[in-house]
């Protein structure tokens, strides 16, 4: 069966540190793969995806990057953290092409809090 | 361009009473919905999902939706709340099967009453 593993679960960092949360998939190939995130009190925004090995689709212009150096694992990435970027960070997987179900399944999170 | 609305940012009901979590889409093509549920500082499963068969799709925990498109609509429901379901739900419409974006609603938090 597929898993999905994120890390850390929490993290604090100081403004203007650099940021890096990891995702890895196990038990597939090939898959979707998603960042999202969901500041206080508002819903998902999803932030980067990818097809494939170093394949990065970009949602919105921010802080952050996001590579995918290997074909299950997906890694988001900041230079320099504001503020702004606190948050609960949620990668997600699906199977390459949706199939008939189209289903997203969702890591545990990362709660980022930047101070 | 794809947007899901949920009415209701916080719902309560006493422990017995029906569940209902709205939630309103637009679309310009035809749908994938989903809800999805999320417990504290945790991540979200997959609750129940519609993609073109039977307009009534009935999910776990004992959760069903109902799509209807003459009002847009993706209402969620259980006929009888359990004091376990209180959580953050989340509404999500995708129509792409290639690249599977999910555009998610604001969420509701259900607060149940003992």
């Known amino acids: 069966s597929q898993t999905i593993h994120q890390w850390p679960a929490t993290l604090v960092q100081p403004v203007g540190s650099p940021l890096s949360l990891e995702c890895t998939v196990e038990?597939?190939?090939?898959?979707?793969l998603y960042w999202y995130r969901q500041a206080a009190g508002r819903g998902l925004q999803l932030l980067f995806y990818s097809v494939g090995i170093g394949q990065i689709s970009s949602e919105v212009p921010q802080n952050l990057s996001a590579s995918r150096p290997q074909d299950r694992q997906f890694i988001l990435s900041s230079k320099k953290l504001l503020l702004s970027d606190s948050g609960f960070y949620l990668c997600?997987?699906?199977?390459?092409?949706?199939?008939?179900?189209?289903?997203?399944?969702f890591g545990a999170g990362t709660r980022l809090s930047v101070l | 361009a794809q947007s899901v609305t949920q009415l209701g940012s916080h719902v309560s009901v006493s422990e017995g009473a029906l569940v209902l979590l709205r939630c309103n889409y637009s679309s310009s093509v035809p749908p994938y919905l989903f809800w999805y549920v999320q417990y504290p500082n945790q991540g979200l499963q997959l609750l129940l999902k519609y993609t073109s068969a039977a307009t009534l799709v009935k999910g776990i925990n004992g959760f069903e939706a109902e799509f209807k498109k003459s009002e847009t609509s993706f209402h969620l429901t259980k006929p009888s709340a359990h004091m376990s379901d209180a959580a953050e739900y989340f509404c999500?419409?995708?129509?792409?099967?290639?690249?599977?974006?999910?555009?998610f609603g604001q969420g509701t938090t259900l607060q149940v009453k003992p």
């Open positions: 999500a419409v995708s129509h792409s099967s290639n690249t599977g974006k999910l555009i």
């Open positions: 997600a997987w699906r199977l390459a092409g949706g199939g008939t179900k189209n289903i997203q399944y």
């Open positions: 038990g597939t190939s090939n898959p979707n």
